[in-house]
């Protein structure tokens, strides 16, 4: 087994930019691209292994080659399905306030998992914010008072944003990620998401872009937003740093930061996801390497063992 550099498949929502062909490499026939997802075993949907003896399997066929549920790791054992989705999201204009499920919800109404997420700020533009939360605890007679009205907007918490910072969206939580952000998202792996309010914009179609209001009123979160919780303290490791960002049952985040060589290591609890931030450099492993510049994403199976990253490079470590 060795770490597998994956492709993304790309998502053009009207909201998305260019940067991530610009800039992050990403190749694919779409004029913008709002989202790349680098690492998903998603129907229809999903990354594909780019190099090496399973080039061209997806993620689902890979992780069946490779022996199965195994390569995800004991802390996977229990799962029926992946556990997490990574993307890389290019907001040049605000996404839709919006809220998902949580899993009960989510599987009795629309036999999908819920969702909760987390996001870390790649890149801001000067002044860039977003939604996240309430201002103040509402009921949901506010709530639905204040959608009807137009007026949502006054009664949410906007955060200004900045490279670097951290944000844990638990499901249930109203959120927009607003123009002018490049975000790491890593989520659960689901796709439900109930609009809430879209600003009254239009559709490729021409026409209004579909609501969910009822569903999302149901499921929303009325209390004022949390205190955003602060990142971990950098530690030291085997030739890089690392910091701790967000940890829940579905995932656990972590930035990493190298200068040279770093050694990681892919134990028998969890599989790990590398996407890479900054930098360029090599991925290397006993009897192979693949290299690596930002954008690039890695699925390394559980029980992999001992993996290096060489070169000077920023990036995301995700473990379940």
Same mark, same amino acid.
């Given at each position: 087994m060795y770490p597998l550099k994956m492709t993304a498949p790309c998502k053009d929502y009207i909201w998305g930019g260019t940067k991530l062909k610009t800039q992050w490499g990403k190749v694919c026939d779409l004029d913008k691209v709002a989202?790349?997802?680098?690492?998903?075993?998603?129907?229809?949907?999903?990354?594909?292994?780019?190099?090496?003896? +399973?080039?061209?399997?997806?993620?689902?066929?890979?992780?069946? /080659? !490779?022996?199965g549920k195994k390569v995800l790791g004991g802390h996977c054992a229990g799962l029926d399905r992946f556990p997490v989705l990574i993307k890389l999201i290019d907001a040049k204009n605000? +996404?839709?306030?919006?809220?998902?499920?949580?899993?009960?919800? /989510? !599987?009795?109404n629309e036999n999908e998992l819920g969702k909760t997420e987390m996001w870390y700020i790649v890149d801001a533009d000067e002044g860039a914010s977003l939604v996240y939360g309430f201002a103040k605890d509402v009921t949901r007679e506010e709530y639905k008072a204040a959608i009807e009205n137009n007026t949502l907007m006054d009664i949410l918490n906007k955060v200004p944003v900045h490279k670097g910072d951290v944000f844990f969206i638990p499901a249930g939580m109203v959120h927009a990620i607003g123009g002018g952000i490049l975000i790491a998202e890593i989520q659960q792996n689901s796709n439900i998401t109930y609009r809430v309010y879209d600003y009254g914009r239009l559709g490729a179609?021409?026409?209004?872009?579909?609501?969910?209001?009822?569903?999302?009123?149901?499921?929303?979160?009325l209390n004022r937003a949390p205190e955003i919780t602060a990142k971990g303290t950098p530690e030291k490791r085997d030739g890089w740093t690392e910091t701790f960002l967000a940890s829940c049952r579905y995932f656990n985040v972590s930035k990493g930061e190298?200068?040279?060589?770093?050694?990681?290591?892919?134990g028998p609890e969890?599989?790990?996801?590398?996407?890479?931030?900054?930098?360029?450099?090599?991925?290397?492993?006993?009897?192979?390497?693949?290299?690596?510049r930002n954008g690039d994403s890695f699925f390394v199976p559980a029980g992999a063992g001992e993996f290096f990253v060489t070169g000077k490079a920023v990036f995301i470590v995700t473990r379940v």
């Open positions: 989202e790349s997802w680098e690492l998903s075993s998603y129907p229809g949907s999903e990354s594909v292994v780019s190099e090496g003896e +399973l080039k061209g399997l997806t993620l689902t066929q890979a992780i069946e /080659a !490779l022996g605000d +996404l839709s306030i919006q809220v998902h499920p949580d899993d009960e919800y /989510a !599987l009795k179609d021409g026409k209004p872009r579909q609501l969910h209001v009822e569903k999302a009123v149901e499921v929303s979160n190298c200068d040279s060589r770093a050694k990681l290591c892919a969890s599989f790990v996801s590398l996407l890479f931030l900054e930098g360029e450099g090599k991925v290397e492993w006993e009897g192979g390497s693949s290299s690596f």
